[in-house]
DNA sequence: TTGTATGCGTTATCAG
DNA sequence: CTGATAACGCATACAA
């Protein structure tokens, strides 16, 4: 592999020259410039990144770390980072921490090693202290997720959504509402949950916590989490799940049982993953802007990185509620 | 930050000797490791990996280029590109072309600037001239797609695969059978599109051109290459499709049409992704071994790593027939 | 317009 | 067992 200074050897200049005419910087004679350009393309020179970096102490990459890549939920947001970076001239890696805790750990080393200018952790799975330690060095933010009163990040408003999604349902008339939710330690299914919950008080609908399951948030999640619903005695009349892989589930599990959605059923989600509009019955369910997540997110790193201040630490995108056929109320099916 | 200097100084030893314990290599007094250990710790001492690199001309990460990350086909060979890698002590880097082929480009350039030790594609879109050059010079696997002639690559036999499901078809008693294919470019889709031409010639059964329809390999591209096939004359029987998500377009566009799968025509996919299971009815298709596919790529690029021999430059897995609801013959049902 | 020299943070080769 | 010192490939301040 030719270096810098072969060429400059070959082309008869110093290595400062090449490194002027490949920097197109700094005043170099036409001739020369030319001169140099033959060298670089005969020996098809491709200055080493690696030194670079190491010398102007910046990599324009950031890494990106996704809890699962195969969670289809993350996809927009990816995009939207990427374009948004690409504009700005920054490359992003992908880590995929396959859902396993640890992995984060290992990845949060990349910025302590200089590997990477930023980092977006889509997951926040990390220890509290870590996070902290690490945030306070070093630009992150946290997207779809937070870690209470840390770090930069950017979500919706999932109290509120999950609130406007219940109320959806008792406006069409339910007051049986099953609720299908995960891990409790996330701060996001805990807002949605609280949603849940507020939407009841405000109707005045107690609450009955024997409609509250929790589940792997996964399609078979959904599923059999739906069946312990199945056998009440006095049967739901709608589901409210904090994902949509989960509400899918149970739409598989409602069918299994003979029952029609949105007939004997209604359904809800939260999300609005790609799979949801082309389900048969389409799921009505929350739209977050994961585009516009990724964007935000990848522009707020990038404020961190060149230490310009940021306005607001926290950022709330808005949502909106979807409503398709599961639900019964298709005359407004988008 | 602090360097190796640092400690070196407050420890009162020279670099050397911390660069020493940090590799636990060489031997150093028990008590002196102590306290170099000691102010690693107090000064949260983390080696820079970009100097080590340049350094060591290795960077122990791999990249790996995906046409989009949000084809679900591509996790699962992550997933085995990803365990194999950790087992060895690689970091692998997911880079996401979100469908540009230029983006190949630029990535390619990656390990020509030293970044990585080695890349997988998974795309093969690239140029074959730069292809050609790159791969002559630099570690490269291609998986689950290939240029003619090109690199080690590891894939099913697609040709075969095919054949075997319109031989399939074909059992089941149906003759005229249309084919959903993509972009005629990809060695991919003419294999398939072969596989299918062999199986009806095999049966003399005589190809009818008119009941190949191409289209995007997605949901939405099935559902509106399905329409011509619907106003057919002679109406076709079954569906056979080049990609999974051709499938489902087309099942979709069936019941829009008041048509039951398998009940009034049969459909066949490509592929077994996540979805194919889910779906109702759930899609007969071929499986691809992803996982392995994955693994495999990933020990065939260790080897080139190291320049240990390649027994076999091109590597043909086994695929299987997944039979489910969609051909009408769920007696087997898996 | 061009060249020289220094340093980025390591590892590795020598001596001692 | 430990310490100088020379690379790794490049960018850049300073001279010329």
Redesign the interface.
């Known amino acids: 592999?030719a270096t810098i200074n072969d060429v400059a050897r070959i082309a008869g200049v110093s290595l400062a020259t090449v490194s002027r005419v490949m920097r197109n910087q700094g005043s170099v004679k036409p001739t020369t410039r030319d001169r140099v350009l033959r060298v670089v393309e005969k020996l098809?020179y491709?200055?080493?990144?690696?030194?670079q970096?190491?010398r102007t102490q910046e990599?324009h990459t950031v890494?990106v770390i996704v809890p699962n890549?195969?969670n289809?939920f993350f996809?927009?947001i990816?995009?939207g980072i990427?374009?948004e970076a690409e504009k700005n001239g920054y490359q992003?890696?992908?880590?995929?921490m396959?859902n396993e805790p640890a992995v984060e750990n290992y990845y949060f080393?990349?910025i302590?090693?200089?590997?990477v200018d930023g980092i977006i952790s889509l997951s926040a799975s990390v220890a509290k202290s870590l996070m902290n330690?690490v945030a306070s060095?070093y630009p992150i933010v946290v997207a779809c997720q937070y870690i209470e009163g840390i770090t930069p990040n950017i979500t919706i408003d999932n109290v509120a959504a999950a609130k406007d999604m219940v109320g959806h349902l008792i406006n069409l008339g339910h007051r049986r509402i099953a609720h299908l939710t995960s891990n409790p330690a996330s701060p996001l299914y805990r807002d949605r949950f609280n949603g849940y919950l507020a939407a009841l008080a405000q109707s005045g609908i107690s609450v009955d916590l024997g409609l509250v399951q929790y589940c792997e948030p996964t399609?078979n999640g959904g599923f059999t989490a739906m069946e312990p619903l199945l056998e009440l005695n006095e049967p739901v009349t709608a589901v409210f799940a904090a994902g949509d892989t989960m509400a899918?589930g149970a739409m598989?599990r409602l069918?299994k049982a003979g029952l029609h959605v949105p007939e004997d059923i209604a359904i809800a989600g939260f999300d609005d993953i790609?799979?949801s509009a082309?389900w048969?019955p389409a799921l009505t369910t929350i739209h977050q802007p994961k585009f516009e997540i990724g964007q935000h997110a990848f522009s707020k790193l990038l404020k961190l990185i060149k230490k310009e201040p940021l306005l607001q630490t926290q950022e709330i995108l808005d949502y909106s509620l979807i409503i398709r056929e599961s639900c019964g109320s298709n005359r407004n099916k988008q």
Do not use: F, R, S, Y
């Open positions: 592999m098809n491709q200055p080493n990144a690696l030194a970096q190491l990599t890494i890549i195969g289809t996809h927009k990816l995009l990427e374009l992003v890696l992908i880590a995929d396959h080393n990349a302590q090693q200089h590997l330690q060095e399609i899918i598989k069918k790609e799979i082309e048969e």
